[in-house]
């Protein structure tokens, strides 16, 4: 059987593998980081009879890489459990279902597709935490149950502090029972690139949606840009007309008023005479 084990950072990846394999193949602490970096394979140990090669991958949401680095990190398990994984164990830490927890299920499902569903199967951590039963917890939990319904009603809860290997036999002849459901398949690698496919046709629908909005928003700016231009310019159009009709209006006025050259020729004479005088004034 190969398991991938698959989840957040911090919710018992690494010491789940170590209780399913009956020995310390993978580092684990309790810790706020993941101490898994890495996709890692634990050596395949024999388990209640049964051939067992677990795969443990990095936690997703590490705020020490960027989550791209880890989404291609946490997809080298199709190759790790090559020819495939029989099941991918979406691992859950026993709790309140946050609202990170729900985005690294997403994005797990995102990373392998429709296809890896009837792969999948909910093992929640810190079996100890449970007061009542997992069915108990889950009627309080719509999301989750949705996520159980999603993995054909396959779960398994876990308690790493348990050395009762009972757990362990429960939960291998789950996975069994599944593989045997699906026909003894597992997931493949052209699953994975079907998976791939969806996601970069995803990607490239969202960049041409943002591209087409990015198209509107400039022609609605330079609709506005040329509207406001348009305006200015037909006020400054009225502006100089009117003033254009004002000087008009006063050489009209100035033109045909018949008193105004008398008006002009008496103010040239009074003006001509304060010269005089003031000429005669300063000979004096």
């Known amino acids: 059987l190969r398991i991938v084990m698959v989840g957040k950072t911090g919710i018992g990846k690494s010491a789940t593998g170590n209780t399913i394999l009956g020995r310390p193949f993978f580092e684990s602490k309790f810790s706020a980081k993941s101490m898994t970096v890495d996709c890692s394979k634990g050596k395949t140990t024999t388990v209640d009879g049964q051939q067992v090669a677990v795969i443990d991958t990095p936690g997703l949401f590490d705020t020490r890489y960027g989550l791209d680095k880890t989404t291609e990190d946490v997809c080298q398990c199709v190759t790790y459990a090559a020819p495939g994984p029989h099941v991918f164990l979406v691992v859950i830490r ?20 429709q296809a890896a569903d009837k792969y999948s199967m909910v093992l929640f951590t810190h079996g100890d935490l449970l007061e009542g039963t997992i069915e108990d917890f889950l009627v309080d939990c ?13 779960y398994h809860v876990f308690n790493n502090k348990l050395k009762d290997r009972s757990q362990v036999t429960e939960l291998l002849q789950k996975i069994r029972n599944m593989a045997q459901k699906n026909g003894g398949s597992h997931y493949t690698n052209e699953m994975f690139q079907e998976a791939e496919r969806v996601v970069e046709e995803k990607k490239q629908s969202i960049l041409k949606a943002k591209e087409e909005q990015i198209r509107k928003e400039t022609e609605e700016l330079e609709r506005k840009l040329q509207k406001k231009y348009e305006e200015e310019m037909k006020k400054i159009s009225e502006q100089v007309q009117e003033l254009r009709y004002e000087r008009e209006a006063r050489e009209e006025a100035e033109g045909f008023n018949p008193l105004y050259p008398l008006v002009k020729a008496e103010k040239s004479f009074t003006v001509q005479q304060e010269v005089e005088r003031t000429q005669v004034s300063v000979e004096n």
């Open 94 to 113: 026993l709790g309140r279902y946050t609202k990170e927890e729900k985005q690294t299920v997403q994005r797990i499902q995102e990373m392998f597709g």
């Open 142 to 154: 719509e999301d989750l149950r949705e996520l159980v319904k999603r993995c054909n009603d396959q």
